[in-house]
């Protein structure tokens, strides 16, 4: 049977199972707050905002994505300075509790481990001079700095730690955000990163320091002892299991100096090792005191923790303090015991037995020392010199002219085989130069092929794109389904539409005349100078059945609505008409134009505004114009009327309307949609 004093030979395995417990519970907390901010409050909802309905929510919903991320960073450094890097009011870190147990569960250790003997002692003794040098041991101020300087280690790597998992949830962030993804996704990505680190990481940090502060306060105990009483040296102690690696193995029984064991254990992270008095109350049997051994134990522990073979290399490459170490040998004739050193004691005369009558025993009489005798100076001897060995003449015989003969033609032999040796490697060489050439070439090849198709196809791609707009309308007029318009406007206008075939809702519906009313709608826009230099916030169109804009409370006839943050549109294609003779304007008017050409130039207008958003200037001058005219009493329609926004998109609708009158809209806006829009090429 295992025993669990040597499983857990530090002696700290509830005090660990407590610190990662602590630990557990302060990254809980964190998780909940994320799930709290980011599903319960809704922090990054998003607001809908189309033609009839429009909602405000998120705490942070109306800033950009950049300061959504900054907003949130800041948030998280304050949570996780509430639970995971808590300070106390008098300034101490919530890990020091746990770190503190353990440098003085180290020091109790090493005491205990190095007065074995004193077990054979009434219990009051030993409880006594336990407590004598414990009161000693703590309340010096080396011992109380040494306890701050520990907690400060830990709570930096705390700190350390922290950043990084701040760094890693501003990137995960970033990417929901950048995707669109809903926030139960964002908060369910946040919270796997997070844990993910807490349960590695963190979880390290506590088993770590906690064996660090244990062992670091045995050795100052040992030191205390070796300065009291006797110099103690410390053997290292593994736990002894079949979990034991390959880098504490080789140490243990390994005996050190406390100068020398200083920053040793922790091996690794997660590391069970321990240090114990050298030859306190046992036998050597097992323990590598030489130099030799000792390097040699060091040698394949960091050999186990590189891979490398070479001892050399492997010190290089070694994180661990050991590596590096000098090591020395421990003295000749080490006590096995450890108790307070006597002197060599002075010889005495037998005492004499007391005469009669006198009660008090004679004084032990000192034998007197006798004086050393004076050293004898001799000459020293000169060493006999050694004698000269002569050096003895080989005389070979004279070769002879066969001999000769023969050894000419077998050097030549040999001169002719080393020439067709270095031949057939110079052809074999040459041949896979050749070879690798030819590969080369060939790959050469394939490379400027592939090369010229793309060109190609983006010259192709290219050629699309510069077609005059009227060439375009020409082309236009030849779809009829949506998969076509996708691949057209693709193609032509580079657009990402997205037309959702679900089938039509109404006996009445025609996809080509739909399509169509799609298309013409799209180019009345995008083929005016103005919105080409300008631009659109827009990457992606979707047209879908009117009954599923219906389902989301948008409209019962053709409607859509645009989604500023996402920059997407979405249209209804099959109810009210697919486009109008010309657009209705004037107050009396529910709306402009409510085809399903006019609700997609309706929508394309608040992109150009979202766009426009981007230049204050113009902006600006818009809402001068805006003002001039009068919102509520010149509005475009009785929806125009409803806010500034839809003002702009409705009098945007109609100036794109291909049949638009001059001089139907209000001066002012027309004037500031010939300057920034234009007419059709």
């Known amino acids: ?85 808590e300070v106390s009011g008098t300034g101490k870190p919530w890990t020091n509790t746990y770190v503190e147990s353990a440098y003085k569960k180290g020091v109790l250790r090493a005491y205990m481990d190095s007065h074995k003997e004193d077990t054979d002692k009434p219990a009051g003794f030993m409880e006594g001079t336990r407590e004598q040098f414990l009161q000693q041991a703590f309340g010096a101020p080396e011992a109380v700095s040494k306890i701050k300087l520990l907690g400060t280690r830990t709570f930096e790597q705390l700190k350390g730690f922290s950043a990084q998992m701040a760094t890693d949830t501003r990137r995960v962030l970033m990417d929901g955000i950048s995707r669109g993804a809903n926030p139960r996704q964002i908060a369910t990505q946040l919270k796997k990163q997070v844990a993910g680190m807490g349960n590695k990481r963190a979880a390290t940090i506590a088993r770590t320091e906690i064996i660090h502060a244990h062992a670091e306060g045995q050795l100052d105990s040992f030191d205390r002892l070796g300065a009291e009483e006797l110099a103690i040296m410390a053997e290292w102690s593994t736990a002894g299991d079949d979990r034991v690696c390959p880098q504490c193995a080789p140490l243990e029984g390994t005996v050190f100096t406390v100068k020398e064991a200083r920053g040793l254990i922790p091996r690794h992270p997660n590391c069970r090792c321990a240090w114990v008095p050298a030859n306190v109350g046992e036998k050597e049997t097992g323990q590598k005191w030489s130099i030799g051994a000792k390097e040699q134990a060091v040698a394949e522990s960091v050999r186990a923790e590189t891979g490398e073979r070479d001892t050399a290399s492997a010190k290089a490459g070694s994180a661990w303090l050991g590596a590096d170490k ?79 003969t023969a050894r000419l033609r077998k050097e030549l032999e040999a001169q002719k085989a080393a020439t067709e040796a270095k031949r057939l490697e110079l052809e074999a060489a040459l041949a896979k130069k050749a070879a690798a050439d030819k590969e080369a070439a060939r790959q050469k090849a394939i490379e400027a092929e592939k090369i010229k198709k793309e060109q190609e196809a983006k010259a192709a791609a290219d050629a699309k794109l510069g077609l005059p707009m009227a060439e375009k309308r020409k082309l236009a007029a030849e779809v009829k389904t949506g998969a076509e318009a996708e691949v057209f406007l693709k193609d032509h ?9 679900t089938g039509a809702m109404k006996l009445d519906y025609n996809e080509k005349a739909s399509v169509q009313a799609i298309l013409n709608g799209y180019m009345d826009v995008v083929g005016r100078k103005g919105i080409q230099e300008n631009g659109m916030a827009l990457k992606q169109v979707t047209v879908t059945q009117g009954s599923e804009i219906a389902d989301k409370k948008v409209s019962r006839r053709a409607g859509g609505f645009y989604r500023p943050r996402l920059q997407d549109i979405t249209v209804g294609d099959i109810q009210n008409g697919y486009s109008w003779d010309k657009p209705k304007i004037g107050k009396d008017f529910a709306n402009v134009d409510y085809s399903v050409s006019g609700v997609l130039r309706h929508e394309l207008g608040h992109s150009f505004h979202t766009g426009l958003e981007s230049k204050p200037d113009v902006i600006e001058a818009w809402e001068g114009t805006m003002k001039s005219v009068g919102r509520k009493k010149n509005a475009p329609s009785s929806y125009g009327s409803s806010n500034p926004k839809e003002f702009f998109a409705e009098s945007f609708c109609a100036y794109t309307h291909p049949n638009y009158e001059k001089g139907t809209l209000p001066k002012p806006i027309e004037d500031f949609f010939d300057t920034h829009v234009g007419g059709l090429e």
């Open 1 to 85: 049977m295992m025993d669990p004093l040597k499983v857990d030979p530090t002696r700290t395995l509830t005090l660990r199972a407590q610190f990662m417990a602590d630990m557990k519970r302060r990254f809980r907390a964190l998780l909940k707050a994320i799930d709290d901010l980011v599903v319960g409050e809704g922090a990054f909802t998003v607001p809908s905002t189309h033609v009839t309905f429009n909602k405000e929510a998120g705490r942070w919903a109306f800033q950009t994505d950049d300061q959504k991320v900054d907003s949130f960073q800041q948030w998280f450094q304050g949570e996780v300075d509430k639970g995971i890097l």
């Open 326 to 404: 000098r090591i020395t040998r421990a003295g000749a004739g080490f006590p096995e015991q450890i108790g307070p050193q006597r002197g060599p004691e002075t010889p005495q005369e037998p005492t004499p037995a007391p005469k009669a009558g006198d009660s008090t025993p004679p004084a032990p009489r000192p034998v007197p020392t006798p004086k050393p005798e004076p050293k004898k100076v001799t000459e020293p001897v000169p060493e006999p010199k050694k004698p000269v060995k002569k050096k003895t003449k080989v005389i070979k015989p004279k070769e002879t002219g066969d001999e000769k």
């Open 493 to 501: 206008f580079g657009a990402p539409f997205k037309f959702n075939d």
